[in-house]
């Protein structure tokens, strides 16, 4: 059976629970959604689930939604006087451990967002993104080496361009990264954020944010730079235990979106322990 049609608690037997959702309440303000966000935000959950006075989920905010806003309204009266409520996405896809790794990955296609919510023995929620199934990838069985994955353009900036010419350009190339021009440091929407909190205290030192032109300040994150022969799993183990995942090789990047879209090739197999002996499920 294809990988893309097992299900996900045949493919992450031990750990699919293991990654707790982060939820906010609806009446926070969404300073309080920003500051969760930069420790949260591409590490274990990749979004916040925003719930009511009964830890029901009622939406989600990312960092698509903090970003989409301050180009709307670029001041600190939008981290102060805004509740997430007001900001959040009420699409929550809640999914079953029995959906397949093909449905689940259709799904993501269609909302532009690699995260769903899980209901575990906890009577919680867990947190399943495309990081969650790099663990596939890193026990996945196969040849493929990166240079057989689809060509993606690297989407990049320069000193010269404005915050406003950054963020506009993720959303237009439907990225969540601008690899920095002729080098493998990039720009990602968590940077901004963690730029905008700790060193501009909410917009509350600054009126022209999205003026403001790309410099020293920022510290960007780092690319893991890969040869063309790197296998699939290899590169799954080692962006799996990054902060910031994201490599390249010539000029191509690579995402964990892009991994877990190659889990569904042919050439694929997937190794499972069970009953004591190896299976191995094509």
């Known amino acids: 059976m294809p990988i893309g049609e097992r299900n996900l608690q045949d493919l992450l037997p031990l750990s699919l629970e293991s990654t707790p959702c982060v939820s906010i309440h609806r009446e926070n303000k969404?300073?309080?959604a920003?500051?969760?966000l930069i420790h949260y935000l591409e590490s274990?959950?990749?979004s916040l689930v925003v719930t009511d006075d009964k830890s029901k989920p009622l939406g989600i905010v990312g960092g698509k939604e903090v970003l989409e806003n301050i180009l709307k309204n670029p001041s600190s009266a939008f981290?102060?006087?805004t509740v997430v409520e007001d900001i959040m996405d009420k699409?929550?896809?809640?999914i079953s451990k029995e959906i397949t790794l093909k449905d689940l990955l259709q799904r993501w296609t269609q909302t532009r967002r690699a995260f769903s919510i899980l209901p575990n023995r906890?009577?919680?929620y867990s947190a399943i993104s495309a990081r969650k199934?790099?663990?596939i990838g890193a026990n996945c069985t196969t040849e493929m080496t990166v240079s057989e994955l689809p060509k993606k353009k690297i989407t990049t900036f320069t000193y010269n361009d404005t915050l406003k010419d950054i963020i506009n350009s993720m959303f237009e190339n439907k990225t969540r990264k601008l690899v920095f021009k002729n080098t493998s440091s990039f720009i990602s929407d968590r940077i901004i954020i963690e730029y905008v909190v700790r060193e501009l205290n909410y917009l509350r030192k600054i009126d022209y944010f999205l003026d403001l032109k790309f410099e020293e300040p920022f510290r960007l994150a780092e690319a893991k730079t890969i040869t063309e022969n790197m296998k699939i799993p290899e590169i799954s183990k080692i962006m799996f235990g990054m902060l910031h995942p994201l490599a390249i090789y010539h000029d191509q990047v690579i995402s964990p979106w892009d991994l877990c879209?190659?889990?569904l090739y042919d050439k694929i197999e997937f190794s499972v322990l069970c009953n004591n002996f190896k299976q191995v499920i094509k």
């Open 30 to 32: 969404v300073w309080v």
């Open 34 to 36: 920003a500051s969760m």
């Open 44 to 46: 274990f959950t990749d």
């Open 79 to 81: 981290f102060d006087d």
């Open 91 to 94: 699409n929550v896809d809640i």
């Open 122 to 124: 906890f009577k919680g």
């Open 133 to 135: 199934l790099l663990e």
């Open 261 to 263: 879209v190659a889990l």
